[in-house]
């Protein structure tokens, strides 16, 4: 069982990256550099409040079919699946928001940078 949480909370930690790299996106590159094109469409539609609501019910979900895997009969290895796929989303959404946050041009200068020469 403390692995159950122990990975439970590694996906949580890791979907949380993925929420927080791309609400930094949205605010330093804009909505375009999103490459999920559901989160595009639904933050278009719908804002950041909606994307961060489906997070969360995305994370209790799959707590949840955890929680039904774990019961005997055990399935381990879909448990496992289950949690590494959501683990690995999870961190190649926030890898891939990093590095749309690190390719973007600033849209103004920085102040101190170039304003002594």
């Known amino acids: 069982m403390p692995i159950v949480v122990a990975a439970v ?7 949380l990256l993925d929420l927080v790299t791309f ?4 605010k330093t590159v804009g909505p375009a550099a999103e490459a999920n094109p559901l989160v ?4 278009g539609a719908y804002g950041f409040p909606m994307v961060a609501i489906a997070k969360v019910v995305l994370l209790a979900l799959t ?14 290895r879909l448990l496992a699946t289950v949690f590494a796929v959501a683990i690995v989303v999870g961190l190649v959404g926030g890898v891939s928001n990093m ?6 041009q600033p ?7 170039d304003s002594q020469r």
């Open 9 to 15: 909370l590694t996906m949580s930690a890791a979907q």
């Open 23 to 26: 609400m930094n996106m949205m």
């Open 63 to 76: 707590t949840g079919i955890a929680a039904v895997l774990i019961r005997p009969p055990r399935h381990s």
């Open 99 to 104: 590095i749309a946050i690190g390719g973007s």
């Open 107 to 113: 849209e103004r200068p920085v102040v101190g940078i």
């Open 40 to 43: 595009a469409t639904l933050f």
